[in-house]
T-cell receptor, first 110, second 120 residues
Framework: GQSLEQPSEVTAVEGAIVQINCTYQTSGFYGLSWYQQHDGGAPTFLSYNALDGLEETGRFSSFLSRSDSYGYLLLQELQMKDSASYFCAVPHTGGFKTIFGAGTRLFVKA | GAVVSQHPSWVICKSGTSVKIECRSLDFQATTMFWYRQFPKQSLMLMATSNEGSKATYEQGVEKDKFLINHASLTLSTLTVTSAHPEDSSFYIC????????????????FGPGTRLTVL
């Protein structure tokens, strides 16, 4: 089977840096994705790591270590609008459908 | 980018009635769409994979006779919640994975805005 673990909640202040970790167990690995979802809205794609290392996209970066079955999403220069739920996700065995973690609710305080 | 729409955005119905939710890919063709259900403050739970021109593939524990999926064209998948009950109240979201180069390599899925179903 496949499973992903991530913290349920994280709180940080505006302007700070926050890291959301994700560990996974899969029978086959095709990459780790991150999605953002604001309350009442649809998830939106943030990043995808297929290989080890850091991928940077503006204020958001994502890291992957395949040997550790671990990745994280790094959010810099936090803004109030970053308050949302963040999900790590992996393609299901075969690489077709996607399995989501339980999500991490990020609260950004002024 | 790829745009996915859903209709309706919200619906309130009486217990025992059926509700149909439409999911459309607006600027691309989707041979496969996915239907998720999300309860408040919880993760997205995959219900089924909708395949154009063939039967949907349901996840374990999802009743296929209760959640009817039809994918009649390359741009439209429908989910019908039959004989809805209050416990079916949830946020239903569809998504599609664009299979053109670049986006497929990123395993990026595009989600519809979701449909909030409330069964009284």
């Amino acid at each position: 089977g496949q499973s992903l673990e991530q913290p349920s909640e994280v709180t940080a202040v505006e302007g700070a840096i926050v890291q959301i970790n994700c560990t996974y167990q899969t029978s086959g690995f095709y990459g780790l994705s991150w999605y953002q979802q604001h309350d009442g809205g649809a998830p939106t794609f943030l990043s995808y790591n297929a290989l080890d290392g850091l991928e940077e996209t503006g204020r958001f970066s994502s890291f992957l270590s395949r040997s550790d079955s671990y990745g994280y999403l790094l959010l810099q220069e936090l803004q109030m609008k970053d308050s949302a739920s963040y999900f790590c996700a992996v393609p299901h065995t075969g690489g077709f459908k996607t399995i989501f973690g339980a999500g991490t609710r990020l609260f950004v305080k002024a | 980018g790829a745009v996915v729409s859903q209709h309706p955005s919200w619906v309130i119905c009486k217990s025992g009635t059926s509700v149909k939710i439409e999911c459309r890919s607006l600027d691309f063709q989707a041979t496969t769409m996915f239907w998720y259900r999300q309860f408040p403050k919880q993760s997205l739970m995959l219900m089924a994979t909708s395949n154009e021109g063939s039967k949907a593939t349901y996840e374990q524990g999802v009743e296929k006779d209760k959640f009817l999926i039809n994918h009649a064209s390359l741009t439209l998948s429908t989910l019908t919640v039959t004989s809805a009950h209050p416990e079916d109240s949830s946020f239903y979201i569809c998504s599609a994975r664009v299979t053109r180069s670049g986006l497929a390599e990123k395993n990026e899925q595009f989600f519809g805005p979701g449909t909030r179903l409330t069964v009284l």
